[in-house]
C-alpha cells in the first residue's frame, strides 16, 4: 500500500503513471546524455541503508516456519524493461544489492576500457540517453566475459553502460521502487534481445532463438 493516508495500489499507480510521463516529457526537452560529471549527493539522492536479510532467512521472524503471506498479496505486475541492470535504475535507491559507496556518497563500480583504464559509474546528465546499449548475442557475451562481468565498456555499449540515473532524475520508477518489492538479482535467461528474452518469459523458452531481427539467421556471429 502507499504510504498516503486513503491512496489505494490502483490510486497510487494512476497518480505515478502520470506523473512519470509528464517527467519524461520534460526530460527529453532538450539536452543529451553523456559522461558529465556526476551531481554531487543531496539529501534527496543519498540513500538510506537498511539490514539484509540472510539467505534462506524468513521475511517475517515473529511468525512461524511455513506460515502463509500469500493472501497479503493482491496483485503482481510484471514489468519486462530491457537494456538497463538494476543499479542503472536502482543502484542508488538504499533498498537491494545496489551500489557500494565511497566516502563522499559515489558509487564504487567501474568496468575497464579496452585500453584497461576504469570507467567508473557515472550520474547520467539527463533521462534522454544518446547512445544505444546494444544487447545482441556478440555484445552481451562481451560483456559477462566468462561470468566476470567486465566488459561492458569494451563492448559496442562503450562508456555509457556505466551510466545511472536516481530518484531525481527518475522520480516514477523510485515511487514505485520504495512501495512496493523489488528483485535486485533478476538475470536475462538468454544473453540476447528481446524477443528471446521475452519468450522466455512467457513459455520458458526461447526455441533456440538468439536476436529479435525477424528473418536474421539465428546463429552466433563469427
Not at 51 to 64: E, G, V, Y
Not at 123 to 144: D, V
Request: glycine share 10%; charged share 15%.
Amino acid at each position: 500500500m502507499s504510504d498516503r493516508p486513503g491512496m489505494s495500489r490502483r490510486g497510487f499507480l494512476a497518480a505515478a503513471t502520470s506523473a512519470g510521463a509528464l517527467f519524461a516529457l520534460e526530460a527529453c526537452s532538450g539536452g543529451h546524455s553523456g559522461t558529465a560529471a556526476r551531481r554531487p549527493q543531496t539529501a534527496r539522492t543519498r540513500p538510506t541503508k537498511s539490514a539484509r536479510r540472510l539467505a534462506a532467512q524468513r521475511p517475517d521472524l515473529a511468525k512461524a516456519e511455513g506460515s502463509d503471506l500469500i493472501p497479503q498479496i493482491e496483485h503482481i505486475v510484471v514489468v519486462m524493461q530491457e537494456n538497463h541492470s538494476y543499479d542503472s535504475y536502482f543502484g542508488m535507491l538504499g533498498r537491494g544489492d545496489g551500489f557500494t559507496l565511497d566516502q563522499h556518497g559515489a558509487p564504487t563500480a567501474s568496468n575497464p576500457d579496452a585500453l584497461n583504464k576504469p570507467v567508473r559509474a557515472f550520474h547520467m546528465a539527463n533521462t534522454c540517453q544518446s547512445h544505444a546499449l546494444s544487447q545482441n548475442w556478440n555484445s552481451t557475451h562481451i560483456q559477462w566475459n566468462n561470468g566476470a562481468m567486465d566488459g561492458f565498456v569494451r563492448s559496442p555499449s562503450g562508456p555509457a553502460a556505466m551510466g545511472y540515473w536516481d530518484n531525481t532524475d527518475v522520480p516514477y520508477y523510485y515511487g514505485l521502487a520504495n512501495t512496493f518489492p523489488v528483485c535486485d538479482r533478476w538475470f536475462a535467461s538468454c544473453l540476447g534481445q528481446t524477443y528471446p528474452n521475452r519468450r522466455f518469459l512467457l513459455c520458458g523458452s526461447a526455441l533456440g532463438s538468439i536476436n529479435t531481427i525477424i528473418g536474421q539467421a539465428d546463429l552466433p556471429q563469427p
